[in-house]
């Protein structure tokens, strides 16, 4: 076994963030090193032109700045698909209109339910932020879109919403409206786990033919899949998101290139922490597809790691 030896990281004023990453091979930094060889994987993915590439991320981050971060890939088109979860909607949409606001973990959360605050891990989201200010704007955009026809996919509702977007001053901040914008389809297989499913819900009563067609999202998910040659994600935390996309994965013989970032441990037998290794063995990446879990937290390490991927692209 060839033994390779471990050397410091050197820094400089000036250098570029990329300079730094590619570093971390050398250095032999515990996560680093991964984190290293995710961006080469990310880079070599998207310069892969047979490659479909997906996008699967929680709603969490979302309401932080490293929304930035996904909506730069979207406005780049360095991603052909999404698949996310409904808190996306919630959090892209809200913040359109409204401000979510710096807080602390280390809080007293009854006194934040009396002052109408929602706490998300550090982030307060005012009620007037959040559930009000999304019922305002949702509902009147539902009614218009009933009238054009009573039966919608969540690709076919994303897109609707992203359109409304174009005249707010603040769409091109959006996750939806650069999906809208640049057709890149955002499939939301947990549609009703959010404010803006509650929404739809509160529509449903009095419009009993609205309905939400998930069958026609797995079919195009289906032709998309199909017609590929190659597939590949990025896969940012877990839950639905990350097992909708490599679920779909499996019936293309799996993906051929992965990055997973996680903060999730595997040992409880989640899916969240499952790391890449476990997914071959379903047949949801490939025996030789170039993979890797990054273990940190994704506000930390996706910045970083963007950052590095846009300074060789």
Same mark, same amino acid.
């Given at each position: 076994m060839k033994q390779e030896i471990v050397k410091d990281i050197q820094l400089r004023k000036g250098m570029k963030i990329d300079e730094i990453v590619k570093q971390l091979y050398d250095s032999g930094g515990f996560t680093a090193k991964k984190l290293a060889q995710g961006v080469d994987i990310i880079e070599k993915m998207i310069e892969d032109k047979n490659c479909v590439?997906?996008?699967?991320?929680? %709603?969490?981050?979302?309401?932080?700045? =490293?929304?930035?971060?996904?909506?730069? &890939? #979207?406005?780049?088109?360095?991603? /052909?698909?999404?698949i996310t979860t409904c808190g996306t909607l919630d959090h892209d949409l809200a913040?359109? !209109?409204?401000?979510?606001? @710096?807080?602390?973990?280390?809080?007293?959360?009854?006194e934040l339910y009396k002052k109408g605050i929602n706490r998300?891990?550090?982030?307060?989201?005012?009620?007037?932020?959040? +559930?009000?200010? &999304?019922?305002?704007?949702?509902?009147?955009?539902?009614?218009?879109?009933?009238?054009?026809?009573?039966? !919608?996919?969540?690709?076919? &509702?994303? !897109?609707?919403?992203?359109?409304? &977007?174009?005249?707010?001053?603040?769409?091109?901040?959006?996750?939806?409206? !650069?999906?809208y914008k640049n057709k890149i389809p955002m499939f939301i297989p947990g549609?009703? /786990?959010? %404010?803006?499913?509650?929404?739809?819900?509160?529509?449903?009563?009095?419009?009993?033919?609205? =309905?939400?067609? #998930? #069958?026609?999202?797995?079919?195009?998910?289906?032709?998309?899949?199909?017609?590929?040659?190659? =597939? +590949?994600?990025?896969?940012? +935390?877990?839950?639905?998101?990350? @097992?909708?996309?490599?679920?779909? %994965?499996q019936y293309r013989d799996g993906l051929d290139y992965t990055v997973y970032v996680t903060t999730a441990v595997e040992y409880d037998g989640s899916l969240s922490g499952a790391q890449t290794r476990e997914a071959i063995s379903w047949g949801k990446i490939k025996e030789e597809a170039d993979n890797v879990t990054v273990q940190g937290d994704a506000t930390v390490l996706l910045p970083l790691m963007i950052s590095a991927l846009f300074e060789r692209i």
């Open positions: 590439k997906f996008l699967s991320f929680p %709603a969490c981050i979302c309401s932080t700045g =490293t929304r930035g971060v996904i909506k730069e &890939l #979207l406005k780049k088109k360095l991603f /052909d698909v999404v913040r359109v !209109w409204e401000n979510y606001y @710096h807080g602390s973990f280390m809080v007293d959360d009854k998300l891990g550090n982030i307060f989201i005012p009620n007037k932020s959040y +559930g009000i200010v &999304l019922e305002k704007k949702i509902q009147p955009i539902l009614a218009e879109l009933y009238k054009i026809k009573q039966k !919608w996919s969540t690709k076919e &509702l994303v !897109w609707k919403f992203g359109k409304q &977007l174009e005249k707010e001053k603040n769409k091109e901040e959006s996750i939806v409206y !650069w999906a549609i009703t /786990d959010g %404010a803006f499913g509650s929404q739809i819900w509160m529509y449903y009563q009095e419009h009993r033919d609205f =309905t939400i067609d #998930l #069958l026609k999202d797995e079919q195009e998910l289906s032709d998309i899949i199909f017609n590929s040659k190659k =597939t +590949g994600a990025l896969i940012i +935390g877990g839950g639905i998101s990350k @097992h909708h996309t490599i679920w779909w %994965a």
